[in-house]
């Protein structure tokens, strides 16, 4: 069954530090993959996507992600992190039926 | 409007009363989407509309859980007999399309407290 799996649940980093999140998946086709934040109180918004391609793609708010078929991987990353990135960040792979399975999200905390 | 909207923002009620959650998508979107998520279980998918039509209705934890679509837009999911495990923040998206490449645009939820 497919299924993402987001090993930390709680980071913490110091501002203008680097960050990388991880994410991995299971699913038998080719994912789709996804990385949302969600900060208190709101909603999911998106901060990039893979379908095909580059392997490496890029997002807003200056954040990228790679995916590695090999590790069924697809970790996000951000060379300097701003006190604004603190949130609740989400993987996710699109499977049959037009879902998203989201892994159990990461909570990030920057420190000054 | 700009982006997807939900209302309540937040909704208390009783065990046993029944609830009615709005999710008005983005203009023009085809494809809606409800999402549960709470603390025990994080985030999981419920049902998805395409037009007024809900081929997938898999992830509806009960009976009690329902969901409909009018006019290809504005949707509305409604829990009778509401017990406490259904707290949680309901979150409805849209995309443009179907398909696991479309990107959903997600709401700020309905937060949903249950006494």
């Known amino acids: 069954a497919q299924s993402v799996t987001q090993p930390d649940i709680h980071i913490t980093v110091s501002e203008g530090a680097s960050l990388e999140l991880r994410c991995n998946y299971s699913y038998g086709a080719t994912p789709y993959l996804f990385w949302y934040v969600q900060s208190p109180g709101q909603g999911l918004q998106l901060l990039l996507k893979?379908?095909?391609?580059?392997?490496l793609v890029q997002g807003i708010k200056g954040f990228e992600a790679e995916f590695k078929r090999s590790q069924s991987s697809f970790n996000l990353r951000k060379p300097s992190v701003h006190w604004s990135d603190a949130a609740e960040y989400f993987c996710a792979v699109g499977v049959g039926g037009n879902k998203l399975v989201f892994g159990a999200g990461t909570i990030l905390r920057v420190k000054s | 409007g700009a982006g997807v909207s939900q209302s309540p923002s937040n909704k208390v009620t009783e065990k046993g009363k029944d609830v009615e959650l709005r999710c008005d998508p983005i203009?023009?979107?085809?494809?809606l989407y409800w999402y549960r998520q709470s603390l025990g279980q994080g985030l999981e998918f419920l049902i998805y509309f395409q037009g007024n039509s809900a081929p997938d209705k898999s992830g509806l934890p009960s009976d009690r859980f329902s969901a409909e679509r009018t006019g290809g837009s504005v949707s509305t999911l409604t829990i009778q007999r509401t017990q406490q495990e259904d707290s949680a923040v309901y979150l409805c998206a849209s995309s443009f399309g179907l398909g696991r490449q479309e990107t959903q645009y997600f709401g700020p939820g309905t937060r949903l407290l249950v006494l």
């Open positions: 893979y379908f095909s391609g580059d392997t």
């Open positions: 203009s023009g979107h085809t494809a």
